[in-house]
């Protein structure tokens, strides 16, 4: 099953998913629609099966910022998180992401 991107468009949408992250770990990536990068680590992390909820930077740095002070990683583009109990359990940046441990933290309860 691809992954079903969720597009972050507001303050309210970022602490929900930070609430959420206290039931179960939930994948964040910050996008960048004018990158090549930005573009094929989204490509790729369409293989995740579950959501995946983005911020596309141009449309949204505020909401970039707030992300980057509240989990205390400078930013960069593409960015990818998963946010388990309201902490970065997983953080890496353009190539170094890598959509099977995004995955594979997706998937644990215990951390």
Known sequence: MPAKFSQIT???????????????????????????ISADILHQLGDIDGEVYVIVI???????????????????SPQAFVIKDGKAIYHATHYGINPKEIHAKLMTTND
């Open 10 to 36: 507001s303050e309210q949408q970022l602490e929900a998913i930070f609430d959420e992250s206290h039931r179960h770990p939930v994948a964040l990536v910050k996008h960048s629609n004018t990158c090549g």
């Open 58 to 76: 141009q449309q949204n740095r505020d909401l970039s910022n707030s992300l980057a002070e509240r989990i205390g990683h400078r930013h960069q």
